[in-house]
């Protein structure tokens, strides 16, 4: 399969775009660090100290579970499972964040 440079500049762009989200683009009132931390919290609460984030995506029905969880303890129901997950992943890729 032949991928077009345009095509390939969107899904490029897309795909970065993903990991600069702010989460009020998904009707959550908070600022980025406050959301992070508020998604770490529930990752921490649901794996009790028992799976790493790179544990959980290897399950995926398991993962499936926590972000459902997630938007039922929180209340965000359209909040996107990838960004439930992009959130941790960004606090283990960068502490400080």
């Keep these: 399969m032949i991928t ?3 095509q390939h500049d969107f899904y490029q762009e897309f795909l970065m775009k ?3 989200f702010d989460p009020r683009d998904f009707g959550v009132e908070m ?9 770490v919290n529930c990752f921490n609460d649901f794996v009790k100290g028992e799976l ?4 959980l995506l290897l399950h995926p029905e398991m993962a499936l579970q926590f972000c459902n969880e997630t938007k039922a303890r929180t209340l ?4 996107p499972n990838d ?3 992009r959130a941790i992943m960004i606090r ?3 502490p400080v964040a």
Excluded: Q, T
């Design 83 to 85: 960004i439930i997950l």
């Design 52 to 55: 790493s984030i790179d544990e």
């Design 76 to 79: 965000w129901f359209s909040l």
């Design 18 to 20: 993903r990991g600069a």
């Design 92 to 94: 283990r890729k960068n």
């Design 4 to 6: 077009s440079w345009k």
């Design 31 to 39: 600022d980025r660090e406050d959301f992070i931390d508020e998604m």
